[in-house]
């Protein structure tokens, strides 16, 4: 334990002085306290909204940039220059120690950029509008925290071994898996939806709400904030299926926790196998 937690504050490090990262924060602090401004002016008010209205505005900005930002910042960590493979895991310390000890650190990177945006938000919506729906607000970051894991866990697969011209094409990888879980899953699932008799369209949302790990967690955010108030037809197909709120957040949370654990899993398999 202690090696995987001296890899992870190496990798702290790195990241905090990336400027990936750097950048990150920065557009992610400007864009949340634009939405914080300028969401209510949008919707007919003025002035900076409540907690309850930024996060459910923030979420799909979340959903965005989170995913891409994890899946660019960790395989360009997790997949070394050719010469720097070879020097880091000739180490005595398995692999799998090394790579979880990365992973965290760069989870930790990436929270803390995270941290800098939401308060700055946060911070300007409590002097403006109070603490009212301050639990819907910490509910968002929580769910940013689980895309932010859950996209590592797929860099990881993804950069698993990946030097030289394999760096290139596992950061190319990942930016089709962000479009695919982004965009791609909803305007397919959508699409069939609407060729589809009623029942089998609904079978088809919900299992894009499921097995997408970002479907998952918009869902599982909008209901954690706004209940059954705030869906459309994809999430209310899966509460009527799971028979209601807390049905559906177990289904999403179980969908979630295997989206975390199993590609991590598949790439420190992948990592123990491959010849560096």
Do not use: C
């Amino acid at each position: 334990m202690s090696t995987l937690l001296l890899f992870a504050r190496q990798e702290l490090v790195l990241a905090l002085r990336s400027r990936w990262t750097q950048i990150f924060a920065a557009v992610f602090a400007l864009l949340a306290f634009a939405v914080a401004g300028g969401g209510y002016v949008l919707s007919g008010g003025h002035g900076m909204q409540d907690f309850a209205r930024t996060a459910v505005s923030l979420v799909q900005l979340v959903l965005l940039l989170v995913p891409l930002t994890a899946l660019v910042i960790g395989v360009l960590s997790l997949a070394p220059e050719p010469g720097a493979a070879e020097i880091l895991f000739s180490q005595p310390v398995p692999r799998r120690t090394i790579l979880l000890g990365k992973l965290l650190g760069l989870f930790e990177a990436l929270a803390a950029a995270q941290a800098i945006g939401f308060g700055a938000a946060g911070a300007v919506v409590y002097s403006q509008s109070g603490g009212e729906g301050v639990g819907g607000f910490l509910l968002l970051v929580s769910a940013s925290l689980v895309t932010s894991a859950v996209f590592l866990g797929l860099a990881a697969l993804l950069s698993a071994g990946a030097t030289g011209r394999r760096r290139m094409r596992a950061l190319a990888l990942a930016l089709v898996v962000w479009f695919v879980a982004v965009a791609l899953v909803d305007l397919t699932a959508l699409g069939l939806a609407s060729l589809l008799p009623s029942g089998t369209a609904s079978r088809v949302l919900i299992l894009a709400s499921i097995l997408n790990p970002v479907g998952a967690v918009r869902t599982g955010a909008l209901l954690a904030i706004q209940g059954t108030a705030a869906f459309g037809g994809a999430s209310l197909a899966l509460l009527r299926f799971t028979h209601g709120g807390w049905g559906g957040g177990l289904v999403l949370g179980g969908s979630l926790l295997l989206w975390l654990l199993v590609p991590t899993a598949l790439a420190v398999r992948r990592l123990g196998r491959v010849d560096l």
